[in-house]
């Protein structure tokens, strides 16, 4: 069973910087893709960064030069560093495991930009 805990999420004014972590048990984080969606209100949840297991990254156009996701295989932790946040990046941010067909979910935590 695959349990994601997500931390980090804060209140930030515009241009500052916050760190994001999620946290996963199970035996099958190495061999997964690791992933931030995060969905503002109103909206529906979007795709952020991946890093898969072979640790190659993806951003969205959105975030790019800004955002950094990057894993810790022996801590089974991936990370999202947010730099130069903008109000529109508010919304709840959730970290995904996808491996083998199959999607987990953590329960998400709030980050809010004000500006």
């Known amino acids: 069973q695959v349990h994601l805990a997500e931390s980090g999420g804060a209140l930030v004014e515009a241009g500052g910087s916050l760190g994001l972590s999620c946290a996963s048990s199970?035996?099958?984080?190495?061999?997964?893709?690791m992933a931030w969606y995060r969905q503002a209100p109103g909206k529906q949840r979007e795709f952020v960064a991946q890093?898969?297991?072979?640790?190659?990254?993806y951003y969205a156009d959105s975030v790019k030069g800004r955002f950094t996701i990057s894993r810790d295989n022996a801590k089974n932790t991936v990370f999202l560093q947010m730099n130069s946040l903008k109000p529109e990046d508010t919304g709840v941010y959730y970290c995904?495991?996808?491996?083998?067909?199959?999607?987990?979910w953590g329960q998400g935590t709030q980050v809010t930009v004000s500006s």
């Open positions: 890093a898969n297991a072979w640790g190659e990254t």
């Open positions: 995904n495991l996808y491996y083998s067909g199959s999607d987990y």
């Open positions: 199970g035996g099958i984080f190495s061999r997964a893709a």
